[in-house]
């Protein structure tokens, strides 16, 4: 894909600056000044999206998710969005958004945040073999010490909580 160019890559800047200092709706402001050439560019789409999920707008975070993933699938992070904001979004919820990370980590086979986010749906679901299994695999594959500390702050592992530190 393309970069964006000025000024559309500056106002993506500017809305991802204003995210960065807590204001979604400051973003939201800037972002509305992108072309609409550049609209379904996928740095726009990530920006747009954290400024929906921000606002709490998961039903417009999880279609924006589903844009950016069908303009650029390779872009990990895209799923793992989508997944997040489509458990939230209403008619949504962890089933649905454990099938996004299926197929997820079938094309991302060694992605420790995907691992990780299964083994959090996992454990919700009461599947508490799958999700040790899960969170196994990302610590294989990823930053075990700063994947241990989100484990710690993550209330879906609550029910793992005390096996963590083991696995």
């Given at each position: 894909?393309?970069?964006?160019?000025?000024?559309?890559?500056?106002?993506?800047?500017?809305?991802?600056?204003?995210?960065?200092?807590?204001?979604?709706?400051?973003?939201?402001?800037?972002?509305?000044?992108?072309?609409?050439?550049?609209?379904?560019?996928?740095?726009?789409?990530?920006?747009?999206?954290?400024?929906?999920?921000?606002?709490?707008?998961?039903?417009?975070?999880?279609?924006?998710?589903?844009?950016?993933?069908?303009?650029?699938?390779?872009?990990?992070?895209?799923?793992?969005?989508?997944?997040?904001?489509?458990?939230?979004?209403?008619?949504?919820?962890?089933?649905l958004a454990k099938g996004?990370?299926?197929?997820?980590?079938?094309?991302?086979?060694?992605?420790?945040?995907?691992?990780?986010?299964?083994?959090?749906?996992?454990?919700?679901?009461?599947?508490?073999?799958?999700?040790?299994?899960?969170?196994?695999?990302?610590?294989?594959?990823?930053?075990?010490?700063?994947?241990?500390?989100?484990?710690?702050?993550?209330?879906?592992?609550?029910?793992?909580?005390?096996?963590?530190?083991?696995?």
């Amino acid at each position: 894909m393309k970069p964006l160019e000025p000024p559309d890559s500056h106002y993506v800047s500017a809305a991802s600056g204003w995210l960065g200092l807590g204001s979604w709706q400051e973003a939201a402001s800037e972002l509305e000044n992108v072309s609409p050439d550049a609209a379904a560019h996928p740095d726009v789409l990530e920006v747009r999206y954290e400024i929906l999920a921000k606002a709490g707008q998961w039903e417009l975070a999880a279609d924006t998710a589903l844009t950016w993933i069908n303009k650029a699938p390779e872009e990990r992070g895209a799923w793992i969005k989508q997944a997040y904001a489509v458990r939230r979004k209403p008619g949504g919820g962890i089933v649905l958004a454990k099938g996004i990370l299926t197929a997820a980590q079938q094309r991302f086979p060694q992605e420790p945040l995907i691992a990780y986010n299964l083994a959090c749906y996992e454990c919700q679901l009461g599947n508490l073999p799958q999700a040790r299994d899960w969170l196994r695999q990302a610590f294989k594959w990823g930053n075990v010490r700063h994947l241990k500390q989100m484990c710690v702050q993550d209330s879906d592992l609550e029910p793992l909580r005390s096996e963590i530190a083991k696995l």
